[in-house]
């Protein structure tokens, strides 16, 4: 069976050696004459399996010992509440600065208004969130009791390249698109966030990390599988949590490890963005939307000159082999998301079909 | 490979046709080069999957067409503050009323008085909750806004076999080790809940069905993802749901229906644990400890009369290929779980070793 290359934004392609490892075990994990997923959260065996993730996590983010890794249903959104109930009453006036750099920020904001004041620092809703606004320190409201950035904009191809400064007020960082795709300081953040359909595993789990002295601060009327004070005191398991999701976690990180971790990845992800935007650069027919100092090295944002002959081109793709390269339904034109897991020669096939098509219709 | 009688009480067994057809199309759903897994929420593939599980669930369980079928992040532990989150506003009092008769309705009682009163109408656990006490329904607080009933107790092996009768008053049921095992009338209630790791799928998932009238009446401080409304207009994909669960669900829910659907299964269930039932009311070396006249056919619990040997029974079943036999933590002794998945024949070898031990050891 020839595997087609994947540039769905999410859930996303997983790598093939880790499908097939998963594959061959599926009906008989470690030789238990069971599956994987049919065995208690409980277990000696699965127990192993959220140790290694663990372990495999901090080695591979540098993860400092005063955080704390957990496992958190839901996904990223369900953190878009969680985050507030669990951080918003750090300090008395209850307040959260929030950096709009595309929608999933907004959604954030709108969500932690329940529990307290949202203010919105920065928006570059004006151009479709296609760049990263400057932000000035001395503006942010010290009665924050954090803010909060999308690091990675998957809908729009921007990304922060240097973080913004908060001082003592915790960075909240929402990773989903990117961790674990670039070298990051960990100490930088007060709270990291992911669903891990991106770059880390299936979907329906968000990876939290977590300073540990903002654990306990958590609104009364925070569900108890929303405190992420309950996850920490019971290792992720206050309930059965998606296993399947933690064990696919954990051979993504093992094959990250093989492949030489962050800095290493970062390279090659660097140069798959490059060879797509080189040759968007280069072309007249296509057109980034990203601004060049804002790009992301994830999710790489493009429109055809003339847009009429998107949906020949996202046809034509796909019987090339070329999977999910249409835009988000806010944004339209064509995204090609490039996560860990996508080879350097599915950017070239990209670019070849690219070129083809160009020469066919422009 | 020999597939194991796994009797774990969840994540459990699934059927071996569903797992052998996951692992065979796990790199290529449906011929598309991809793992379903790996495609979008949102794709033309994954809605046919959804819909097929809603369509199979409404035959299986005859799902009145005045109900929603809604598939909530979390586990069913994540309902117990969903739903008093999205019901115990239905009156103006803030009242619910559980009947606890085992950990997981205290634990879901302790959790409503988040957001309201709970009201603790009966409880067994003077007796361990070996049984389920009797209730006077004139006894009913008029002003609860909801009822909760765990419907089979899981720790304990008991189960409501009819169910109270709560008027005007919704019923809202916790079914979670026992949904579609035996046939039950979906217009007695107002919620039904059920993690998937038992009888549907695999764990990280909640199936809610939702009597229509019932939606729309959250708290303001309810969680977006965590609001019944919210999923029922966005057919569960306000965000990225947790697609493997649904999709095995999917599988699961077609091998019953080949089965010939809830009411020869149950014919099957019962036979199953009629069998376990039977031998250990014939012998004096093992000892039931859920009442007669209460227990459940999907966690049959027993005592050995000599607990000094349990250890022994638990090392010595598993080297025979019968897993995860060992009670609950907060019960002990032995608890086989035979749900849907778990074929007589596991129930005949199980009867076999413990008459063979008795044997040996008795």
Request: with cysteine.
């Amino acid at each position: 069976m020839s595997r087609i290359f994947n540039f769905g934004a999410g859930p996303a392609m997983l790598p093939t050696a880790v499908m097939e490892k998963a594959q061959k075990e599926f009906l008989n994990y470690n030789d238990m004459g069971s599956s994987v997923i049919e065995i208690s959260h409980r277990s000696a065996e699965f127990d192993e399996i959220i140790n290694r993730c663990d372990s495999l996590l901090s080695e591979l983010a540098e993860i400092p010992p005063n955080y704390k890794i957990l496992y958190v249903h839901g996904g990223a959104q369900m953190q878009f509440s969680g985050v507030p109930l669990n951080l918003i009453n750090y300090k008395p006036a209850r307040k959260a600065t929030f950096m709009l750099t595309g929608n999933w920020a907004v959604k954030a904001s709108k969500e932690a208004s329940r529990y307290g004041t949202s203010i919105n620092a920065i928006s570059s809703e004006d151009a479709s969130f296609s760049y990263i606004p400057k932000w000035n320190p001395s503006d942010l409201d010290l009665e924050s009791s954090y803010v909060h950035i999308t690091s990675n904009n998957t809908l729009y191809g921007t990304r922060w390249h240097k973080f913004p400064e908060t001082g003592d007020i915790p960075l909240v960082a929402d990773m989903t698109s990117e961790f674990l795709s670039r070298k990051i300081d960990i100490n930088q953040f007060g709270i990291i966030f992911a669903g891990l359909q991106k770059n880390l595993g299936p979907a329906g789990l968000a990876l939290v990390i977590i300073r540990e002295d903002l654990l306990g601060h958590a609104l009364p009327e925070t569900p108890s599988l929303l405190n992420y004070k309950v996850y920490e005191e019971q290792h992720s398991l206050a309930n059965t949590n998606n296993t399947f999701a933690i064990y696919m976690m954990s051979l993504v990180l093992e094959w990250l490890n093989e492949q030489g971790g962050v800095g290493k990845i970062e390279i090659e992800n660097s140069r798959k963005a490059a060879l797509l935007y080189d040759f968007i650069d280069n072309s007249d027919f296509y057109e980034g939307t990203a601004h060049p100092d804002h790009r992301s090295i994830m999710n790489v944002t493009f429109n055809l000159s003339e847009n009429e002959l998107l949906s020949d081109f996202l046809e034509q793709a796909r019987a090339a082999g070329l999977y999910a390269l249409k835009g988000h339904r806010a944004v339209g034109g064509v995204r090609a998301s490039i996560y860990n897991a996508m080879p350097y020669k599915g950017c070239e096939a990209l670019v070849d079909f690219m070129r083809e098509f160009e020469k066919d219709r422009g």
